[in-house]
Structures are given as structure tokens and as C-alpha cells.
């Protein structure tokens, strides 16, 4: 009895891990095609150069990946589908299966962890702010009582909100549906400041009609790991995905990639962000993990 027990737990498992297995690489090679997520404006990781090309750092770990897939499925010909995605939206389609992955500037944290399965992680990152230089704000104080915008569906508008509360600032807190469009609000006055992620503002501020106007003040509320989203419990494809961004990381290619895109020129004004990469990228590099922030 105990064996017959044993022997159909053992079936089970094997079942349900094939499944699992076979789940997203199945479907990719049955439909001939994987979709991508993009966002239009998480400079310098994924955002639009002209009406419908995304680029960045993060577009291209996607097409690392794709590549990966290529010659896992032995289909060189495979489709490659592009989905525009918001921080509001990224999940549920990953979870209803509408794209395979994510790569942008998704933080991986415990609770998206409940819904979704991560990669390695690719860069870190801490909310800051955005301001005008004329404004004189120099740290979060100086929110008190104050109209301050971040994006809906990050993690950076949950931190704010809490911050707010504990030290009871009464900041007005507006989100905006993207990136740009909560940076819109502090060009046009609507907020004095947008909390995102410092390396996002960096990027906005390059790319902004005057970007002598703005700059990144305050100090690091939090610090988060960013990594590609994807189906969870879906241990092959996670595989191909993580073994994808190591290979890159152990090969020297990624610290290229790295420099192409935080250190030197970027579309579309040709201007460099100049940010070096932090010491707990180099040692993720060193020893690569797909650890959670809390």
C-alpha cells in the first residue's frame, strides 16, 4: 500500500512538473511564435526610438533570449511579436498568457512573486525624485503639504504613499499612467516632484526639451532588484531565460551592453546618463541571483 502510495505520488510529480516544463517553450513552438513586452517610455531600459521601435537595455536581454529560444526549439524562423505593456498592465498579461516575457524596469519583489516568476537579476535601482531646479526641493521634507506625482503600478508609488503616512507630510500623491506622463506633471507644474526609480528620472531628464531644467535630488528610499518577468512555474523557460542573461553576465558581453547604454550616448538626443554600474550589479555579476526585494 505504502509503495502503490509512493509510486502514484512520484507519477504526480512527474506529471505535473512536465507540464509545467512543457508550458510556455510548448506553446512558443506550436504557435511559431514568442511575444515580447516593451515599454514606451523606462529609458534607457525599454522605450520607443520613433513611432514603433522599442530599444534599450532590457529590449535587448528580449533578444538574447529570443535567440535562446531559437536554438532550444530549433526554429530560426520564429515570429517575434511585440506588445506595448504599462506598469499597470505587465502582470495580468503575463499571468493570462497574452506575453511570454517581460524585460523592462519591473522590480522583482516577494509580493509580484506570488503572481509571477522573476530571472536573474539585471540591475538595482532606489526611489528618488524629480524635480525642477527651481523648485529648491531638496529632500522629501520639502513635500510637506505638496502635490508630488509617480506612475500607477509600482512599487514606487506604494513607498511613497507609506512614507507619506509615517511622517505625516499631507503630500497629494497623483499617479500618472506611464513614466512620461507623470513627468508631464512636474514640466507642467500640475506636481512639484515625480518618485520613480533614479535611474528612470535619469533617463526622462536626457531626453526632456530642457534637461538643464530638472535634476534627481533626495536620498535612496529603498533599494530594489529590476529583472525579467515571466509565466510562473514554469521551470524550463525560466531556465533558457536565466541561462541566457548568466551566459551574457559571465562572457563580459552584459558589462558592453552595460556601457552602450548608462555610459555612452543614447537615442534619440545622443546624450549619456554617465551612471556607473553600482556595486550590487557587479556583485550580481560575480555571483548571479534572482533574489527578491522584501
Known sequence: MKLSALMAAVLLTVAVTGAQAADTLAKIAESGKITLAYRESSVPFSYLDGPSKPIGFSVELSNAVVEAVKKKLNKPNLQ??????TSQNRIPLIQNGTIDLECGSTTNNSARGKDVAFAVNHFYTGTRLLVKKSSKIK???DLAKKTVASTTGTTNALVMRKYNAEKNLDMDI???KDH????LLVESDRAVAFAMDDIL??????NAKNPAE????GDALQVEPYACMLPKDDPAFKKVVDDTIVGLMKSGEFEKMYNKWFMSPIPPKGTALNLPMSPQLRDNIKTPSDKPAT
Do not use: H, R, S, T
Open 139 to 141: 529632500n522629501y521634507a
Open 80 to 85: 517575434v511579436a511585440l506588445m506595448p505593456v
Open 180 to 183: 512620461a506622463d507623470a513627468f
Open 201 to 206: 528620472l535619469f533617463g526622462l531628464i536626457a
Open 214 to 217: 530638472f535634476e534627481v535630488v
Open 174 to 176: 497623483v499617479l500618472g
